[in-house]
């Protein structure tokens, strides 16, 4: 009776202690078939470990109506940092994010959701489920993208009547699945290691604590131990429960158990996984400042558990969660994300428009763009361009009018691709304002007697400039464009 009543005070204590912390609910397919337990057990690698599967990545910023809210100041910086922490934190597992962009959805309905469709009187935002629905066909132009896994930025998720200014929730994932969402101050931060773990089907560290089917204690070869069938189902992940701020010791990222809170048949937790990204959230699982590995980690069973999960929807006909539409080649990786056109030297005389714009043609030179979260070698370029890139570089390749190679060590240190440039690329023509000019005016050609006049932004549009020249007069009259090109006109005004 005495190890009943223990047990009941240790449970009654963790659950009260922990009430207030913020942790993310899954939603599990209700369509969900178990996979075979050969593909769940942690020990047994289902494929070649060097198999590598690549993921295409898109990302929705939701902001209010007039585009203004928390999430305003969002864009590409925050999201190549968000697909850095993916690969840096995924990679050691051969798992690899392809960027594939972002979009904004201005919507103000949509900036506070709640993470599940869990009933809730408290709650009363859109759910999740409903902003997936909204990006697909709600909008006029759908921005979801079913190539991809889809990530989405919010102001918050769950906000509660009882405290409508603080949400309760950091993200939540499709389990298994390719969507996930974040609040907007969560997205760069130890959750999105979480939530997209969980897309590929990897539990809590606590999962199913507090019950009769908790993961025990007891180590293998105990008759008591079960780490391979709950919780879990990660032998190197130690059973664990979800825990409060007293059971993590921040300076040392160990575990204490001052109250000898137990598992379900009495056995005291020891050894807990605080730093781990799927135990309950602790200052030990978080990222270095920079947005790079800290101390928070993934174990290598979880690695198996995910590779062996991707492995079995990754090319399956049925295309189940979305695996199979979001996957893309390894080759992909060392393709730039976007190539931009831009203008070099102009290749024939500016034409005024005479409105005050003029045409520029130029040579087209193409700026090639790298995401972030690999270490690159760059071969076959020009001086002016980078060699190297390491993890917390955005590399873009400039001024190259040739076919270069890419490396990146992450993939294989010893496999260059080429990046193909086509050298006849014609022309690139844009139409630029003038914003300043010079006449020249002279009654004697060869004459050294020159009046010299300077023409402001408004004074060079002047559709009346030539009407307002000296007659009897020789003028060279030069109107520069923003980017610096010259129209040179030359006339003598009877």
Known sequence: MKKIIFLFFAFLYASTSIAQLLECPVTLDPNYVEPPASVLNSLIQNQNSTDKYVFNVKFHIVKNDDGSGVTATYGENEVMNAIMILNTNFNQFNIFFKYK????????????????????????HPTFDQLLEYSK????????DYNAMNLFIVEGLDYSTISPFNPMVRGAAKMPGIDSIYGHNHLLSKTLPHEIAHNFKLYHTYQDYG??????????????????????????????????????????CTFQNPNGYADCIGTPYVDVPIKNYM??????????????????????????YMRNIIALYYNHPNNFYGFN???????????????????????????????????????????????????????????SDPSIATLIDLPEIINTTYTFGVQINQ??????????????????CQTEDFVKGLVVSTNVLG???LTLEELNEIQVKDPELYDKLMSQYY???????????VKQTFIYKY
């Open 211 to 252: 019950t009769e089917n908790c993961e025990h204690v007891a180590n293998f070869g105990d008759i008591f131990y079960n780490s391979d069938t709950h919780g879990d189902r990660i032998e190197d992940t130690k059973a664990s429960f979800m825990f409060g701020g007293a059971y993590a010791n921040p300076a040392t």
């Open 411 to 428: 993939v294989n240190p010893d496999i260059v691709n080429d990046v193909f440039v086509d050298c006849n690329r014609g022309s690139f």
């Open 137 to 144: 066909t709600g909008m006029t132009n759908p921005v979801y």
């Open 447 to 449: 004459s050294m007697n």
């Open 475 to 485: 003028h060279i009259i030069n109107k520069e464009t923003s980017s610096g090109a």
């Open 325 to 383: 539409n979001a996957k893309n080649t390894v080759e992909s990786l060392y393709q730039p994300f976007e190539t931009i056109p831009y203008g070099g030297n102009i290749i024939r005389s500016v034409t005024d428009n005479n409105d005050g714009t003029a045409e520029v043609c130029r040579n087209m030179l193409i700026r090639h763009r790298f995401q972030k979260g690999f270490d690159y070698a760059f071969t076959n370029l020009n001086p």
């Open 279 to 304: 135990s309950s959230t602790n200052p030990c699982q978080d990222l270095h400042s920079t947005y790079l590995p800290g101390t928070g980690e993934f174990t290598s069973g979880q690695g198996v």
């Open 101 to 124: 962009g972002y979009d904004v959805i201005n919507s103000t309905s949509f900036m506070k959701v709640r993470a599940a469709n869990f009933p809730d009187t408290n709650l009363s």
